[in-house]
Each structure stands twice: as structure tokens, then as C-alpha cells.
């Protein structure tokens, strides 16, 4: 009795995922450089956006630590203290 048996072939799954080089060699270079710009806009573009999380972060935190004063709040720190001698060091 013969048997009759599923094979599935992914070779062309496969290679219509994988990306291909093109043989051409203009347009390998061509689109070498393009991937290359679109590389230097990312950095570029990725480069101001931290600049901008930087200004804002350091402006919105002088801007709250301009209403935290105690003396513009009329609150007063009361602390004591003492003074300790410098101990001399080991030779």
C-alpha cells in the first residue's frame, strides 16, 4: 500500500523574507549610501532630541527649585551642630 506523505518546502518562505543584493554595482553603491545618510540622520536627529531632554530636564528642575527657598516660604531651618577636631594622620 503506498503512503502518501506531506513535505512542506520553506525554501520559498525563506527566500521571500531574505533580502537580496542587487548585482548591479551602481546600485549596490547607491544603496550603500543611502543606507549610510539614513544612518547620519539618525544620529543627527538622535543628537538634538537628547540636547532638548537635557534643556528641558535642567530648566524645569531650576524652575522648581526656584520656589523651594525656606526664606521665601517663611519656613526656618533649625539644626545644631559641632565642630570636630581634624584628627592627625598616620605616618
Known amino acids: ?3 502518501r506523505h506531506f513535505h512542506f518546502d520553506g525554501s ?3 527566500d521571500l523574507f531574505q533580502p537580496r543584493k542587487p ?3 551602481l546600485l549596490r553603491v547607491a544603496l550603500g549610501l543611502v543606507g549610510v545618510a539614513v544612518l547620519a540622520l539618525l544620529v543627527f536627529v538622535s543628537v538634538f532630541v537628547g540636547a532638548a531632554m537635557l534643556a528641558v530636564g535642567l ?3 531650576l524652575l522648581r527649585s526656584r520656589g ?3 526664606a521665601a516660604t517663611g ?3 533649625d539644626a545644631e551642630y559641632r565642630v570636630l577636631r581634624r ?3 598616620p605616618r
Open 1 to 3: 500500500m503506498h503512503q
Open 87 to 89: 584628627q592627625a594622620l
Open 23 to 25: 548585482r548591479h554595482p
Open 68 to 70: 523651594a527657598r525656606p
Open 12 to 14: 520559498r518562505l525563506r
Open 75 to 77: 519656613e526656618v531651618m
Open 59 to 61: 530648566g524645569w528642575k
